[in-house]
């Protein structure tokens, strides 16, 4: 499987963005895809996870609300809909491929699930 993540850029507190992440390789629909982010001088953290078919998603706590995670399967990407965007959402954004799963459980927020990754694209929010 091979990722690629694109659409992210400068934006105001405020603003909406939605990022992408094409896919390549095995099955789109049959596993689940992540987005994962990383700012400067912390971890790689969990943001969002969908279901192959779409019919489920999660988010962390931090995005909920503002952020939508959804899939078009006949195009073979998923996407990030961030909304109200605040300084604090500035991050390099990462998506993800679960290929083992197909269902959201505990484990589906921890990056070591996770055996594809893309190359990540910046999102920067300014105040």
């Known amino acids: 499987v091979q990722l690629q993540a694109f659409g992210g850029g400068l934006v105001q507190a405020g603003d909406s963005l939605r990022i992408s992440c094409a896919a390549s390789?095995?099955?789109?629909?049959?596993?689940?895809m992540g987005w994962f982010r990383q700012a400067p001088g912390k971890e790689r953290e969990f943001v969002a996870a969908?279901?192959?078919?779409?019919?489920?998603?999660y988010y962390a706590d931090s995005v909920k609300g503002r952020f939508t995670i959804s899939r078009d399967n006949a195009k073979n990407t998923v996407y990030l809909q961030m909304d109200s965007l605040k300084p604090e959402d500035t991050a390099v954004y990462y998506c993800?491929?679960?290929?083992?799963?197909?269902?959201?459980?505990?484990?589906?927020?921890?990056?070591?699930?996770?055996?594809?990754w893309g190359q990540g694209t910046q999102v920067t929010v300014s105040s």
């Open positions: 993800a491929a679960d290929t083992k799963r197909n269902t959201i459980v505990v484990v589906t927020t921890s990056e070591w699930e996770y055996d594809y």
């Open positions: 390789g095995r099955t789109f629909s049959m596993y689940v």
């Open positions: 969908i279901i192959g078919s779409g019919g489920s998603t």
